[in-house]
Structure formats: C-alpha cells, structure tokens
Nanobody, 113 residues
Framework: VQLQASGGGSVQTGESLRLSCEAS????????MAWYRQAPGNQREFVAS???????HYVLSVKGRFAISRDNARRMVNLEMNNLQPEDTAVYYC????????WGQGTQVTVSS
C-alpha cells in the first residue's frame, strides 16, 4: 500500500491549509482512514479519522478547526486545516485507522507566529 500525502507548507498563525492523501487501496472505501502528525522530538499522534460511512473523530486540540473528508472514487482522504497555530507544526501522515500500513513520507506543515 502506498500512501502519498501532499499539500503542506509554511503559513502564518491563523491561516489555512488543505492536505490530501492518495492511497493505493483497491477497496479504499471499505477502510477507516486517519491523519496523524509528528512534531520534532515528539511521538506520532492521532489527529482525525473518518470511517467508511463518513463518521469523523478529532483530537480535542484540533476540534472545530480541522475537517477530515474522503473521496472514495479518487481514493483520497483530505484534511482541511483552519486557524492554524504554531503547535500544529509537524509532519502530517495519513494511514488506515486500524492496522496501519507502512508510513509514507508525510507532508510538512510549519506555522509561524
């Protein structure tokens, strides 16, 4: 399985970014997907998830600012990030929510004040 995340960048506090992840899963629509992030010196942490039926869940620190969505036809999961804060700075990865596969390269998000 290949997981290719994109859309990261360097922004100012309060700005927005939209991340996308393309997954090479033939039955993509059957899988719950998630976004994770890893800041320098920290462990990788869960950010948001979306089930095959579209139910979403967020870590408290991003609730109300981030929105996860999926496009099953394109085998993509997206993360709309609004009102970004310096503490959101991290490398962002997508993966399956359950039984994660090999991690892709991720995409860097840098938020400066």
């Amino acid at each position: 399985v290949q997981l290719q995340a994109s859309g990261g960048g360097s922004v100012q506090t309060g700005e927005s970014l939209r991340l996308s992840c393309e997954a090479s899963l033939l039955t993509f629509g059957a899988y719950a997907m998630a976004w994770y992030r890893q800041a320098p010196g920290n462990q990788r942490e869960f950010v948001a998830s979306i089930t095959s039926s579209g139910a979403t869940h967020y870590v408290l620190s991003v609730k109300g600012r981030f929105a996860i969505s999926r496009d099953n036809a394109r085998r993509m999961v997206n993360l709309e990030m609004n009102n970004l804060q310096p503490e959101d700075t991290a490398v962002y990865y997508c993966n399956l929510l359950y039984n994660p596969r090999a991690w892709g390269q991720g995409t860097q998000v840098t938020v400066s004040s």
